[in-house]
């Protein structure tokens, strides 16, 4: 897709919806020795959240998983539309739509993997991480750089502000991260 469709596809958006494993973090799960899992969170994500809330841009994540850790960084970040155990993304999608009065045109999913092929194909934005899979990579439209866990987040947080008008940072973006 060319620059000039992304940035306007980019205007549009006032949510920003991801998955969490591959996405948020590197994909790796870690086990302390009593059995806790543990998963890894990149701080230039969370000031990418942030960013996002100080232009009106709502953020939100939607994954399968039900992880202790996902929901504490979601109240840490004050992400509103937290979805944990969701098996069938779309339904949940058009749920959100449902009591946001968002359409679709207005809403960005990044994800990596095959159970987000669906979802990715119905957002106005789609995104990928560097690393996601080649079915991903095939569905979306903007491909980020940066890796899952390492500021893909954060790459498209900041391509969606910049195509808004917003490129500099604020005042407002000081953040606690």
């Known amino acids: 897709m060319k620059l000039a469709d992304l940035t306007a596809r980019a205007r ?5 919806l991801t998955d969490c494993d591959g996405v948020l973090t590197d994909g790796g799960v870690y086990y302390s020795e009593r059995g ?12 990418g959240v942030e ?6 841009i709502a953020t939100g994540i939607i994954t399968g998983e039900v992880s202790p850790s996902v929901r504490t960084r979601a109240a ?15 339904a949940c999608l058009h749920k959100i ?12 999913f990044i994800g990596d993997d095959t159970n987000d092929l669906e979802i990715l194909g119905m957002v106005g934005f789609s995104a990928c991480p560097g690393d996601a899979t080649s ?3 095939a569905a979306a ?20 502000i910049a195509a808004q008008g917003h490129a500099q940072p604020t ?7």
């Open 12 to 16: 549009r958006i006032r949510l920003v």
């Open 36 to 47: 806790e899992e543990m998963k890894r969170f990149n701080i230039r994500d969370g000031m």
């Open 171 to 177: 005042a407002d973006d000081k953040g606690s991260e």
């Open 76 to 90: 840490k970040l004050r992400i509103e539309e937290l979805h944990l155990g969701i098996k069938d993304k779309p």
């Open 135 to 137: 079915f991903a990579r």
């Open 97 to 108: 739509m449902a009591r946001t009065g968002l359409r679709a045109d207005e809403i960005a």
């Open 51 to 56: 960013r996002l809330r100080n232009q009106g």
């Open 141 to 160: 439209d903007f491909h980020c750089q940066a890796f899952g866990g390492h500021g893909c987040f954060r790459e498209l947080a900041e391509f969606i």
